[in-house]
């Protein structure tokens, strides 16, 4: 018999699943597909040789993160490399503001609004570890927020309340740089004139000059696999292709949990789920365990829009007019912040954006091992509707296509280099794993009211269930979106609290 099962083996789950382990405890992961790393992990998608992740590709996040830092995946095996820039934000008008880890350089990068840089860049060093720590610790636990002080609470606290665009222009004089935080926010659905927006936005800024966005060797599968090792390492089990319909609870507590191929396994001490909060709520757990209210307020849990995912293999890099983009890691394509805002309005509307946002990430550049010499892959995703009119399948095409047109425009030339491409719809990312719901890449709204106290949903942030010994691991808990395993850490620390 198990001490702990751990339902889905994406970076939360399978760094809850770890530290359980290191624990004593004998733990078991089931996944319902056949590879593990749910959203974390590589594959040829379009041409042998060429190694594209299937989801997280920059890991702002892994040097920082308490969570992935205890379980020191270096020791066996990860090995990271880092880019001259961190993320580059051009415009068909030439501007091109770019952060980098070096300040003097990112200085240079930010023109008239050198500065402004400056400041933010020595606000991030100043906080160190001491941002990452606030950021990803339990609610309940307010140590880290006192240890980052009383000044950087009430900045960032600005930030929190604030729109990405009003921040930006608040904070910078050229529209170039203006671009920069409203851009990252967007990673999510945080539109420019969300409110509470330029805080994520903000803090993906401050990561980017302070870590940066490595990449780690072999592909975002090497995560998964120095995670595996460290649950093998403690003895900790992997079942693949273990899809889990249902959670038995006996005298109010979890106890087993069932498979689609009727299998039934125990746990003496905990369940782990890193599933969607509605898929845990509304179908794993049974009706009668959790309350109505709790039931009506987690059918009130958004997700956030869709992500359109597109991977090509390139016969050489490509050929950016600006040359900080030549050398980023991640470039961001969104002209201004009204760009950004017209852009927003067609995803909300249902509407297929006519000059995709996008993230554009160049794994290549930084690690060599992931296409053939002189090769390179390429790696995009722009924000859409979860469904549209007639289907994705009508659209998939179309707007793949307008996506090549926009890099097009930002990079002459470099339709000329592609040698495959491979496309991905939210429908198909929900194929690829069930908690993409809509392809939503964030397991949850990071809208304000979905968000700290409301992860989930009030009072249930603090990984527990109603359910005694049921715990939610995944993005759908607080922290949120992200490879940083601290939902699936914090919610282990929650079980080994409750039964040590
Ligand atoms: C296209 C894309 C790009 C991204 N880019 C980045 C990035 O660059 N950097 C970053 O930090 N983050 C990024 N993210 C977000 C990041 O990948 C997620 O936040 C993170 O993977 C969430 O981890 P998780 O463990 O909560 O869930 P997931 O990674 O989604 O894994 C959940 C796992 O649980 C399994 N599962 C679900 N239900 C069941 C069940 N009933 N039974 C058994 N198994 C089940 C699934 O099959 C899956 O394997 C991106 C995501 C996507 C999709």
């Known amino acids: 018999m198990e001490d702990a099962i751990v339902i889905g083996s994406g970076p939360n789950g399978l760094t809850a699943a770890a530290t359980l382990a290191r624990a004593g405890w004998r733990v078991r992961v089931l996944e319902a597909q056949p590879r593990p790393g749910g959203a974390l992990y590589s594959v040829a998608s379009t041409l042998p040789g060429y190694v594209h992740d299937v989801g997280a590709a920059f890991f702002p996040f892994a040097h920082f993160s308490p969570a992935l830092r205890q379980l020191r995946l270096e020791e066996v095996g990860l090995a990271w490399r880092g880019g001259v820039y961190e993320s580059a934000h051009p415009a068909p008008d030439g501007t091109c503001a770019t952060i980098a880890r070096d300040p003097d350089r990112a200085a240079r990068a930010f023109g008239a609004d050198g500065d402004a840089w400056r400041r933010l860049a020595q606000w991030q060093a100043d906080m160190g570890q001491r941002l990452p720590d606030a950021l990803l610790a339990p609610l309940t636990d307010p140590r880290a927020a006192i240890r980052l002080g009383l000044a950087n609470l009430v900045r960032l606290g600005i930030a929190g309340v604030s729109t990405a665009a009003g921040y930006s222009r608040w904070l910078f004089r050229t529209e170039a740089a203006r ?49 595996l090792k460290r649950l ?34 125990t746990a003496r001490k905990a369940i782990l789920a890193d599933v969607g909060a509605p ?39 490509v050929p950016w007019l600006s040359e900080e983009a030549r050398q980023s890691a991640v470039i961001h394509a969104g002209d201004s912040i009204d760009d950004l805002v017209r ?6 509307a249902g509407a297929l954006p006519t000059n995709p946002y996008l993230v554009i990430g160049q794994q290549s550049l930084l690690d ?28 998939r095409e179309v707007f793949a296509d307008r996506i090549d047109a926009r890099i097009e425009g930002l990079a002459p030339g470099f339709r000329a280099l592609i040698r495959g ?37 009030f009072p249930y942030f603090r990984y527990r269930t109603p359910v005694k010994g049921v715990y ?29």
């Open 179 to 227: 671009r920069v935080i409203p851009g990252l926010a967007l990673h999510v659905d945080l539109g420019p004139d969300d409110f509470g927006g330029a805080a994520l936005g903000l803090v993906l800024t401050l990561l980017a000059a302070g870590g940066g966005f490595q990449v780690p060797v072999g592909g975002a599968r090497a995560i998964t696999d120095a995670l």
């Open 232 to 265: 093998d390492d403690s003895h900790g089990i992997l079942q693949l292709g273990a899809q889990v319909e249902s959670i038995i609870v006996r005298n109010r507590r979890g106890v087993a949990v069932r498979t689609t191929a009727g299998e039934e396994i």
């Open 279 to 317: 898929a845990l709520y509304l179908r794993l757990l049974p009706d009668a365990c959790v309350a109505g209210w709790v039931r009506q307020s987690i059918r009130n849990f958004r997700y956030g829009w869709g992500t359109f995912k597109v991977d090509w293999a390139l016969a050489g890099p």
């Open 343 to 348: 852009f927003t309005n067609e995803a909300r």
């Open 368 to 395: 060599s091992t992931r296409a053939p010499a002189g090769c390179h892959t390429l790696w995009a995703y722009s924000r859409v509707p979860s469904q549209m009119m007639g289907g994705w399948e009508k659209h």
């Open 421 to 457: 491409r491979a496309v991905f719809a939210p429908d198909d990312l929900e194929r690829m794993n069930e908690n993409l719901v809509g392809g939503d890449l964030g397991g949850g709204s990071a809208q304000f009211t979905h968000q700290l106290f409301w992860r989930p949903v």
């Open 472 to 500: 939610l691991c995944s993005a759908s808990a607080h922290p949120g979106a992200g490879v940083h395993g601290a939902c699936g850490y914090n919610a282990a620390l929650a079980a080994l609290a409750d039964c040590p």
